[in-house]
């Protein structure tokens, strides 16, 4: 059991990985959206234009339907905290999670298929014809990218032997970057669940609103003011948390093994640049690809689940 002082040390630090966390992911999303604008010849928004978004989003007047209950309430909330407390169970600077004694992949996978099953009730709470073709949408995709991600992050945690995330990154950083047709397999896998996870083309589009294609946005239609904005706050989050990921398991160079400032220092540096790196290739994904017809987002889902089913048995070869 850890000691009081090894326990205060770790609430310090998920607090600190959570706040970082939340700065950092709306300059993401828009650094994605101004990217992906100049592939197109646009200008693009400003890169703060994710917090003036958030900002505006806060100092409106909250509106809720009539019909709606303490369930549509507390979808955004439970939405956003479970994204929030899924990013300490993800080393993101130093090869430990915060609060990683609390549990491995499988608490991690959990903690944000709770907070996308409270988005997807808050959905249908109103009666909204929006809100429950949305929520049926989303749980299609759901019930082939959970088991995805589940054997994607397996087949990883096999090589190292730990659900633990913070064992397994140490292991990676040990041993270094593999390139094991496993690992090579599983990223494939991950990474079409990172489209599909944070709504990007071929999957989904958040920037329009037709009935015929939008999953998310669907699901948040009836949301305004400071509730929308815990929302889009906590997808962008979630977003960040996925790069994270990928980079932790399968890019684990300049992961900082102890708290030295130096090596905190270079681990950000590091981290930023891997990040970045991976945000350019979904940009890339984003422009190179039209989306998809909804029935056949399955079938690129169902891809990835074969690819992570494949890596995670040539592990047993």
Same mark, same amino acid.
């Given at each position: 059991?850890?000691?009081?002082? +090894? ?10 990985? /959570? ?5 950092? #992911? ?30 505006? &989003? ?30 300490? &169970?993800?080393? !993101?600077?130093? #090869? ?19 907070? =996308? ?14 809100? $429950?073709?949305?929520?049926?949408? +989303? ?33 990676? !950083?040990?041993? $270094? ?14 990474? /079409? ?6 709504? =990007?083309?071929?999957? +989904? ?7 015929? @294609?939008? /999953? ?26 996925? %790069?994270?990921?990928? !980079? ?7 992961? #900082? ?18 990040? %970045? ?5 979904? @940009? ?8 998809? =017809? ?19 048995? /040539?592990?047993?070869?």
């Amino acid at each position: 059991m850890a000691s009081n002082p +090894d326990a205060v040390a770790a609430i310090a630090g998920a607090v600190l990985q /959570i706040a970082g966390l939340l700065a950092v #992911a709306p300059l993401l999303k828009t650094a994605i959206k101004k990217m992906k604008a100049r592939l197109q010849n646009r200008q693009g928004p400003p890169l703060m234009q994710g917090y003036y978004d958030l900002a505006k &989003l806060l100092r409106k007047e909250t509106v809720r339907s009539e019909t709606a209950s303490w369930v549509f309430v507390a979808g955004p909330r439970v939405y956003f905290a479970a994204a929030l407390a899924a990013t300490t &169970l993800v080393p !993101v600077l130093v #090869a430990a999670a915060p609060l990683e004694a609390a549990g491995g992949i499988l608490l991690l996978v959990g903690t944000l298929a709770l907070g =996308r099953f409270a988005l997807a009730t808050a959905a249908l709470d109103t009666g909204s014809p929006f809100g $429950g073709m949305g929520s049926s949408r +989303d749980m299609t995709i759901a019930a082939l990218a959970e088991p995805a991600l589940m054997l994607g992050l397996f087949a990883s945690a096999l090589a190292a032997g730990s659900m633990n995330l913070g064992v397994l990154v140490r292991s990676l !950083v040990e041993h $270094g970057p593999s390139w094991h047709p496993s690992d090579l397999l599983a990223f494939a896998g991950l990474f /079409i669940i990172v489209i599909a996870e944070t709504g =990007r083309i071929p999957v +989904d589009n958040p920037a329009t609103h037709l009935e015929l @294609t939008m /999953i998310h946005e669907a699901m948040v239609l009836e949301y305004a003011g400071p509730d929308l904005a815990l929302v889009e706050w906590a997808s962008a989050v979630k977003e960040l948390l996925y %790069l994270t990921l990928l !980079v932790d398991l399968f890019m684990p160079v300049g992961i #900082a093994t102890n708290l030295a400032p130096g090596a905190v220092a270079v681990a950000f540096l590091a981290w930023g640049g891997k990040v %970045l790196l991976l945000a350019v290739a979904v @940009t890339i994904a984003e422009s190179t690809n039209a989306k998809l =017809r909804l029935f056949r987002v399955p079938e690129l889902v169902s891809i990835s689940l074969g690819l992570a089913f494949l890596a995670l048995a /040539i592990r047993f070869l």
